[in-house]
């Protein structure tokens, strides 16, 4: 337990700032809520306010508040009692202003560009009889675009005249034409491979990747009566998007689209075998929901390692397979190395983050099609920005034009 504990102290090291007090103590969040708890040394021995040292403190027990306080601060005990406490440096990374500014302002001009090249290659079906229908190809790019914007469609058709002007779609069309196609299944494959192609440029960068999912609100309820409680109960219905990304770029490099409450555990394979096909994968990062001999060995048929926790109930016995045990052992008693790698798992959170809040985090569609293409295409348009990010900040230069053509003859 002391372990657990400890782990815990690490975390909240790492994800909060711990202050000192004028007063003395240092002031340490609370996991579970808004509150903090203040860690004193009194008479070289640390005291802290929350309950579980109270419980357990006059066992020599340290809690987690405890823990990530000398976690933070070096701790050296001198042969006389005394306790001198140094504070830890914490890595950072420093941010690349003048190529974030670059790419921050010059980012429509270039996601206009980009997502053109793009949509260049889809195939339209040729025109046989009838009132000819719209291309494809401009529908997407419409659609991308208006989410994009993140505007009404009717306050988006604006945005449609100018990519007109500058040549980067032929028509103008209406509004309803574009919701028309959003609810269009065949543009759910098309937007699913548009994905795939917008990471390829990153191919050479990524080679370590982290799994995990997140969900959408929908604009639609779902009201049930619960027994539990003995009343009616409203919930606002929600669609989860299951992703792969690449942890140093947070470009997607595979992603599924399911009901709210799938299991994520049989998603992993299918997005690790989709991002294999493009990238070389040395590693693989998941949380404990991921949990299962099939995943690891897959990575490892790969020729990469799978990352992921196991649980407090999982043992290593003679039956387990031997890669269960190599992996188990590493966990239990190398620990801090093995979280190391675990820890980039975070990364796919940071990217969940990026696309809800420069994109939004509901959906405006009310067909399910429709609200399916519509997270797809929240994707595309994070991976394009990523690309620009990385032009200006590694000099990368994508020419998927060249790989439009290459798809075709190929």
């Not at 040394?41 to 579980?52: L, T």
């Not at 306790?83 to 950072?92: F, G, M, P």
């Amino acid at each position: 337990m002391n372990e657990i504990r400890k782990e815990r102290g690490k975390q909240i090291a790492e994800t909060s700032r711990i202050m000192k007090r004028e007063r003395g103590g240092y002031v340490v969040p609370s996991q579970s809520g808004n509150l903090a708890y203040i860690v004193r040394y009194e008479q070289f021995k640390p005291k802290c306010e929350c309950p579980d040292f109270e419980q357990r403190g006059l066992l020599g027990i340290k809690c987690k508040h405890i823990w990530a306080v000398e976690i933070t601060l070096n701790k050296k005990v001198y042969p006389d009692g005394t306790i001198e406490l140094t504070k830890t440096i914490k890595k950072t990374y420093s941010q690349d202003w003048s190529a974030y500014n670059k790419a921050q302002t010059n980012e429509k001009q270039m996601f206009l560009e980009l997502l053109s090249e793009l949509c260049n290659d889809i195939s339209n079906k040729p025109y046989e009889f009838g009132r000819p229908k719209l291309s494809m190809a401009d529908m997407v790019f419409a659609s991308a675009l208006k989410v994009y914007t993140t505007f009404s469609l009717r306050r988006f058709v604006s945005d449609m005249r100018f990519a007109k002007e500058k040549g980067f779609t032929d028509t103008i069309c209406s509004y309803s034409s574009i919701s028309n196609y959003m609810r269009n299944p065949k543009m759910t494959l098309i937007l699913m491979n548009l994905i795939l192609k917008s990471a390829i440029p990153l191919k050479a960068i990524e080679s370590k990747f982290a799994v995990d999912s997140s969900g959408f609100s929908t604009c639609r309820f779902d009201r049930w009566f619960s027994f539990k409680y003995g009343k009616e109960i409203n919930s606002r219905i929600w669609i989860k998007a299951h992703i792969m990304n690449g942890v140093k770029t947070n470009v997607i490099t595979s992603v599924k689209i399911t009901e709210a409450y799938d299991s994520d555990n049989p998603q992993f394979s299918g997005l690790v075998k989709e991002t294999a096909k493009t990238f070389e994968i040395k590693e693989v990062s998941a949380d404990k929901g991921y949990l299962g001999y099939e995943n690891m060995k897959l990575v490892e048929e790969l020729g990469g390692t799978a990352y992921i926790p196991f649980k407090s109930s999982s043992t290593s016995r003679a039956r387990h397979p031997k890669l269960w045990k190599k992996m188990f052992h590493y966990f239990m008693f190398n620990r801090e190395e093995f979280l190391e790698h675990y820890h980039q798992r975070s990364n796919v959170e940071t990217t969940f983050h990026m696309i809800k809040s420069k994109f939004g985090s509901s959906l405006r569609s009310k067909n399910n099609i429709a609200q399916v293409n519509e997270i797809l295409l929240k994707v595309l348009c994070h991976n394009i920005c990523v690309i620009i990010q990385e032009m200006h900040e590694l000099g990368i230069k994508p020419d998927f034009e060249n790989l439009n053509r290459g798809n075709s003859n190929g």
